[in-house]
């Protein structure tokens, strides 16, 4: 059987009310105001690293060389041409014999890459595929749409063993619906009326995926223990439910006021949600919206409580959070403004054939570890770095990015460029050997203390927008 | 000595006779340090040069060979011995550029040494510039580029006031210290070096500081402020270095080499093992320095110091080190006046990093000047009565990665 083997939910861990955008930016457009919070990305942050991050956690308690597929869904591809999911991979540190693919252009992208992943399986040309989406969209300042994007990722492993949540099967719809689109040369995302949107788009299509699933497979609604599908709008979205024939209680909450509409990520997240709070036997119905729609179902096994235990998923993210208490701030880490970073902001070379041959150090955080005395060791080394032992050559790689690890000592640099100073970094001592200097983020200066424990976290260690390069490393958070 | 987490020359003792009275300093010259926007690198050497050879009394032709030290060759003179070789005009003798971060201008003084002492040469020329004030910010370049193509991507974009204040963070965490009661201690270094500074002419910073002024100061990496920084500065100094046995020909009073020393981190520190409390170069070039100069109770035969106070955090566990101070107990001397200019053994009597000033390269050549006219009773206002044993001491890089290089110097 094909199915869910594990979940991963990243959600960012700020957040911005709605109303701070509204205070700043309503007067341009005062019938913009929604409620709640939304999930904002760091200004460290992009697709990439989220899917990373979610990735990572999907992965917990995994062998990653059991992974032989990787799909990465998102409408924010940080590049147009550099495989994105090929950086996903390596960050991951999974092997380099795996097929990767970018599944891109719509927010129903992640559903289509879970149909792809469960094909290739149930074909038995993969054994599991591991699926990030990720986005971090922006709205243009002022508009509606602004306070409706989020920025979150979310990841599933599809399998064929031990899956805690079988593929019953899918129907899908594809149309040209042009209700929100962006070339090439787009920042933000064009919009056709939303009253046309809400009644010929959103209003139409999940009904008709989950109502062609329910014909295919000879089902009705009261079949299903939950039914996940994306807010657009917060009426349409009971609209849809009642139209179906579905009770309130079967939908699930769509997390629109906690982290916002988070485009190829938002109907995975939901699905988790669901999952968290799912028993074996429980029927499980998912659709996304975006250019038609992707309806899917599954029906929860067993195996579900191992994986509440193993994984955190969208509840634990959602609750831990810290707030950005005003727009210019987000303003900044969105890069809406042109800030003045100073002779220190100025970006350095970087040498790409470097990249290349440190990829599973820089990218994938994999040290050494001396099979003569057992020190681990990060970056790796040819000589063993303990003077007791000095072995030569006598190294295994040894990954240190799902490793936790405990602040040795740290500062808060007022004179290093950051967008959000001051700029914090320390030496971090890892569980189990092995001792860095990495940047910290995520969290404010007060918080930190010696001895306080971390993880690693996939970041964007420097962005050189003139040369196109994004320095991609990890960095240590606070524990959520 | 406490602290060390290496077994010293565990593997076989490096040094070998050493160096000890076997080279003396005929001639110094040192620029007035400063944000001197109206000199650029060729002024500095110049006018550091010509105070030298004055002060050696010899011409220019004298000169055998010569070392050059230059750290941030991108706002400097750039690379090569050429700078140095083509505006003094040295009639085509070997001339070597030296670099090793903060340790530069102690480098390139060891090439002068062991280049006359060997016999290849009778006389060597040392000279250290640096042009800081070139850059368009303040505080040094970033380190981002000068780690290499490789630490580009995987080391945070320290600077140098972060990376010592790591030390801070540590020290204070492991002895117990309040932040106020750690950076009170540390204002206590700073303030003693602003007041040396004033006695000085040639110092960059010329002002008193108060210690709550220094307290109160805005943060500049926590838990260190403005006034636990060391001044950004330009300049240039150098020596002429002869064979001992020929030194009196030149000048009554030259001054000895009794130590010279360079320990560079080999990794442990900062993948491994660093206590987060103490430099383990310094440590280790301190205890080969002893030997080679033959001092065993360094608390009682130094008679005064130039640490590399970039930090006030680095000359505070300096102390510790160099084995003046019992481990964690600096702050006891330190706040005793242990260490003030009529204090037992005066740290920074010209001003130090602190306030004389930072030009990287120029600095270790800048420490042994003061020490150099310590010994021959040159100092004026700032006059240490009576001082046998000088020590220098530079550090570069971090705390966990680091190159220290120390001198002794005597009559």
Redesign the interface.
Known sequence: MVGIVSYGAYIPSYRIDRMNIYMAMGWLNPASMLPGEKAVANYDEDSITMAVNAGAECLTGFRRDTVDGLYFATTTPPFIERQNSSIISTALNLSPNIKTGDFTNSIKAGTSALISAYDSIEAGTSDNILICTSDCRLGKPGGYLEEMYGDSAASLLIGKNNEIAEIKGSFSISYDFVDHWRTKKDEYNRSWEDRWIRDEGYGRFIIESISGLLRKYDLKPDDFSKVCYPCIYERAHAFICTKMGFRLEQIQEPLFTNIGNTGTSYPFLILISALEEAKPGDRILLASYGNGSDAVYFEVTDGIEDAKGRVKGVKNMIESKQMIDTYEKYAVFKNLLDIDK???GE?????LS??WR?RK??LGLVGSKCRECG?P???P?RIC???DCGAIDDMEEYPFSDKKGTI??????????SPNP??I???VDFDGG??????FTDCE?DSLK?GMPVKMSFRR??ADENRGIY?Y?WKAVPIR | MEGST?TLNKKGDIMSKGIKDKVAIIGMGCTKFGELWDKGSEDLMVEAFLECIKDAGVEKEEIQAAWIGSCFDEVNVGKSALPLSTTLKLPFIPVTRVENFCATGTEALRGAVYAVASGAYDMALALGVEKLKD?????LP?F??AMG??N????????A??GF??????YF?KYGLSPDEGKRMLAHVSSKSHHNGTLNPKAHLRKEASIDQIINA???????GLFDCCGVSDGAAAAIVVRAEDAKKYREDPVYIKSLQVAVS???E???N?D?VHVETTLQAAQRAYKEAGITDPRKEISMMELHDCFSITEAVTYEDLGISKRGKAKKDIESGFFDLDGRIPAQPDGGLKCFGHPIAASGLRMIYEMYKQLQGKAEKRQIPNPQIGLTHNLGGFP?YSVAAISILGL
């Open positions: 100073g002779g220190r970006e350095a070379f970087t040498s470097t990249l440190e150090t820089v020190t060791q990060y970056p080394q770095v303990n003077p040795f000592t740290y500062t808060g640099d007022n004179l290093a460029f001051p700029a970094y320390g030496l092995g001792r860095y200097l990495f940047d200066l010696v260690k420097y320095g490393f | 290496n850059t368009g910010y303040g505080g970033d981002g580029s193509s490789k580009r991507l995987i080391m945070p974009n320290m600077t006031p972060g204040a790591m030390m801070a963070t540590k965490n805005p943060i500049i990496a926590w838990p260190l080999s990794g442990e900062m993948l491994l660093w987060g966990f």
